[in-house]
């Protein structure tokens, strides 16, 4: 049974950071394709950052990009995402989940995602 667990969220000043994490049974996250998605409130869910299993493979949304670091630790199947200089507009729960198919950026082609976790940033 495959699972996934996010955690790290919270409520931060606009300009702070925060880590989230990936935490991943029933599967091996270095074999797959991990992505973070998000949902800010009355807005469809956008991708944010995704990890492929092969070295170098990363890709940012325009919107992170500079901003937001994803990285994996094998040894512990955890998937990280560090997000510096937070912006209001980054509020939204967040999501991690493994691609099956098609584009990055669209959350159709993936599954087994977790039950988010909230970032709240205040102005």
């Known amino acids: 049974q495959v699972e996934l667990v996010e955690s790290g969220g919270g409520v931060v000043q606009a300009g702070g950071s925060l880590r989230l994490s990936c935490a991943a049974s029933?599967?091996?996250?270095?074999?797959?394709?991990m992505a973070w998605f998000r949902r800010a409130p009355g807005k469809e869910r956008e991708f944010v950052s995704a990890?492929?299993?092969?070295?170098?493979?990363?890709h940012y949304a325009d919107s992170v990009k500079g901003r937001f670091t994803i990285s994996r630790d094998n040894a512990k199947n955890t998937m990280y995402l560090q997000m510096n200089s937070l912006k209001s507009e980054d509020t939204a729960v967040y999501y991690c989940?493994?691609?099956?198919?098609?584009?990055?950026?669209?959350?159709?082609?993936?599954?087994?995602w977790g039950q988010g976790t909230q970032v709240t940033v205040s102005s």
């Open positions: 989940a493994r691609r099956v198919s098609g584009s990055y950026y669209s959350p159709i082609g993936y599954v087994y």
């Open positions: 029933g599967l091996t996250l270095k074999s797959y394709t």
């Open positions: 990890i492929g299993w092969s070295e170098g493979d990363i």
